[in-house]
């Protein structure tokens, strides 16, 4: 005699990924997950042969309620553009820390290596060498000054970031011992580019390189002649 088989249609509800969201009823970032509906073919009531999907939603795992997949839309920009301005952010130092390593003329080996600490940090990557003579090759046929590359910068950075930058070319700046007349005009003109204000700047100054000298307050660096 045979035996009864028995087969049918499942709908089966699976986890595809999680992340953080901002739920539209919780009011706040929460943990969501994105689940799938798929339909089964089943045999003996277990799910063996995937048929169309059903459909799709977010489910925040705080107040459980239930989303389309645009509630991931905001997050998901949000990411695209932080990562955006970082590596924007990130090609800019390059190019402003190759050239203040310029700025007395040549970026030797102690400014090399200083600027590749600089961006190694920011980046938390060993940066290649290589990266940095590339980075100095380019600054010294690029027409680019220092203020253009600055205002790029000043969109997405705040205070703290702008003095960062300061500080960075500083360090970079006076790593072979001095900060000559050149490479200071060039670090005034940074500051002034990136509104640092110059108390703050005279602070970083001294402390950093060492200079006995305070910069002169108010004054807007010209461009050496
Ligand atoms: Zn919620």
Known sequence: MLGLIIFGIRDVTSERARG???CPRCRSPQ??????????????????IPLDLIGEYVECQCCTNKYKMEVLRPALEAEGGAERNKAEFYKAMS????LIGLADGNADESKI??????LGKLADREVPRSEIEGELAQAKESKVDIV????????????????LVVRSAIVVASVDGHLDGNERAMVLKLATALQVPHARLAALLPAISGAPSEPRAGTTPSSPS
């Open 20 to 22: 953080e969201f901002f």
């Open 31 to 48: 943990v969501y997950v994105h689940n799938t509906c798929r339909r089964f073919f089943t045999l003996y009531f277990i799910p063996l």
């Open 95 to 98: 190019q402003v820390l190759a």
């Open 113 to 118: 290596v200083a600027i590749a600490g600089v």
């Open 148 to 163: 253009q590359h600055c205002r790029k910068m000043k969109g997405y950075l705040n205070d703290n970031g702008c003095e």
